[in-house]
């Protein structure tokens, strides 16, 4: 059980473009999930916190512009990426909290913008 | 501000030694604390979590973890590691804030290679 998917697993777009990440619980109701974003042999760094039916709460330094998070439904929660750069290019990773504390992670996308 | 650190960030071990991985956070509250997993090509995995009760917890493929509060740690140890471990362990934390604001603090990670 808990398993976290998400979809694409790897993008590569033109610089200017927008991309949309979905992450969905597949086997649970999660009301909270999470965006990370991993950088090549670093750790992974909470961009924000979405909520089913409320606005995310974003990190601080991430721009909430940027990278637009709807959360639509118990079990899917959405990242766009809006105008990638090429410095947008990085491993990013959504998770689900189950009621308990703990949180199930996605197995991540690849953005490559050129 | 709260952080967590992984002092050991390349380990090299060879099958049957045992292992430890420290993990060392700075916040003077009540914590959840967590030993996630990551295979090569995989996604994270959550090996064993701690919320209270007996320090020693166990958790999955042999791994267990103890949390020492004086000292502020949550190490994860496996007696004989096999070339299956061969991955990279995070360790991260959940500080219960007054403020009751829900994340998780993560470690830079560990990268383990087994040899066989």
């Known amino acids: 059980g808990a398993v976290v998917s998400q979809h694409p697993s790897r993008v590569i777009c033109k610089s200017g473009t927008s991309v949309k990440i979905e992450c969905r619980s597949l086997d649970f109701q999660a009301t909270t999930m999470f965006w990370y974003r991993q950088f090549p042999k670093q750790s992974l760094m909470l961009m924000a916190t979405s909520n089913e039916g409320s606005k995310a709460t974003y990190e601080q330094g991430v721009e909430k512009d940027k990278f637009l998070i709807n959360h639509a439904s118990l079990t899917l929660s959405t990242l766009t990426v809006t105008s990638a750069h090429p410095e947008d290019s990085s491993f990013y990773i959504c998770?689900?909290?189950?009621?308990?504390?703990?949180?199930?992670f996605g197995p991540g996308t690849r953005l490559l913008v050129l | 501000a709260q952080s967590v650190s992984q002092h050991n960030h390349h380990v090299i071990l060879s099958e049957a030694a045992s292992l430890e991985l420290g993990c060392n956070y700075s916040?003077?509250?009540?914590?959840?604390l967590f030993w996630y997993v990551q295979y090569p090509g995989q996604h994270l995995q959550l090996l064993l979590k701690?919320?209270?009760?007996?320090?020693l917890v166990k958790g999955i493929k042999g791994f267990e973890a103890e949390f020492i509060k004086s000292k502020f740690s949550f190490n994860l140890r496996k007696p004989s590691v096999q070339w299956s471990d061969t991955a990279e362990y995070f360790c991260?934390?959940?500080?219960?804030?007054?403020?009751?604001?829900?994340?998780?603090?993560f470690g830079t990670g560990t990268r383990l290679k087994v040899l066989a």
């Open positions: 916040y003077g509250g009540t914590v959840n």
């Open positions: 701690y919320f209270s009760g007996d320090p």
């Open positions: 998770s689900a909290r189950l009621a308990s504390e703990t949180q199930y």
């Open positions: 991260a934390v959940n500080p219960q804030t007054t403020s009751g604001t829900y994340k998780y603090i």
